[in-house]
């Protein structure tokens, strides 16, 4: 991986529903699926891991924290800050991100048109900020992006719900070890929601064997299924 962001390796495409995504010619893959990538985050991470959660949790709706891994462009973030500020839902999202995007860069996404602007011009003016510490976006809204690897990051608080967003095991398989997912899972709350877009064996057991319920899910278009474990007992 190349880590100026800057670089010319960074080329904005656009998707099967009409939406934009990120070409990384360094590693030879999308942000997200060539098939939609408003849909994919929409499905994979908006209904099928927030909604999941609010929809099924024991405790209050009223707030909720979430674990992205592979913040990126942003567009998991924004959709999911769209959610909690229309429903009041008070939201701390954390974005481990090990190659920040640019200020340049993520605005050429031409994400505003799927939020209010509002949203959209809260996370453009808070992500550098964002990048130091968790800042508040308006009066639901907190993020926090962690520069850093996935291997690296820690936490003194654990999490809701994870988005599992790594580029695809075939371009990145150490994101995809048992070491990553042991070390990522570590921040999930008993009673927590975890997410990706794509479903192997090895994932499957992996995540069995660290005691959680792994369940297939319909996968976005182009897919056929996801996977969404569910975390019932304490672990540490
Ligand atoms: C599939 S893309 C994420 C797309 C993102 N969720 C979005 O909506 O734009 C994978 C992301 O993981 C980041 N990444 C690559 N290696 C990483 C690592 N070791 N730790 C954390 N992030 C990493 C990449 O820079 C990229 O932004």
């Not at 949790?57 to 707030?63: I, L, P, Q």
């Not at 808070?126 to 990051?153: E, G």
């Not at 003194?156 to 790594?166: E, G, R, S, W």
Request: hydrophobic residues 40%.
């Amino acid at each position: 991986m190349g880590t100026d962001q800057s670089a010319s390796h960074l080329q904005i495409v656009t998707t099967a529903d009409g939406s934009n995504t990120i070409y990384n010619a360094l590693v030879g893959e999308n942000y997200h699926s060539r098939n939609g990538a408003l849909q994919e985050s929409l499905h994979v991470f908006v209904q099928s891991g927030l909604e999941y959660f609010l929809e099924n949790s024991n405790t209050n709706n009223n707030d909720v924290s979430i674990l992205e891994v592979g913040f990126g462009t942003g567009l998991n973030f924004l959709l999911t800050a769209n959610v909690c500020t229309q429903q009041q839902i008070n939201l701390i999202y954390t974005g481990i991100e090990a190659y920040p995007l640019t200020d340049e860069m993520l605005s050429q996404t031409g994400y505003g048109q799927y939020v209010p602007a509002p949203v959209w011009q809260s996370m453009l003016q808070n992500y550098r900020a964002s990048l130091k510490s968790l800042t508040q976006l308006n009066n639901y809204v907190q993020l926090q992006i962690a520069p850093t690897a996935l291997a690296d990051f820690t936490s003194l608080i654990k999490y809701d719900i994870i988005y599992f967003d790594a580029f695809a095991v075939a371009h990145q398989p150490e994101m995809w070890s048992e070491e990553a997912i042991t070390h990522t899972l570590k921040f999930l709350k008993p009673g927590g929601v975890f997410v990706t877009y794509a479903i192997t064996g090895n994932l499957k057991r992996t995540i069995k064997a660290l005691g959680l319920k792994v369940e297939k899910a319909p996968g976005a278009p182009g897919k056929r299924e996801m996977l969404r474990a569910v975390s019932n007992i304490s672990r540490q």
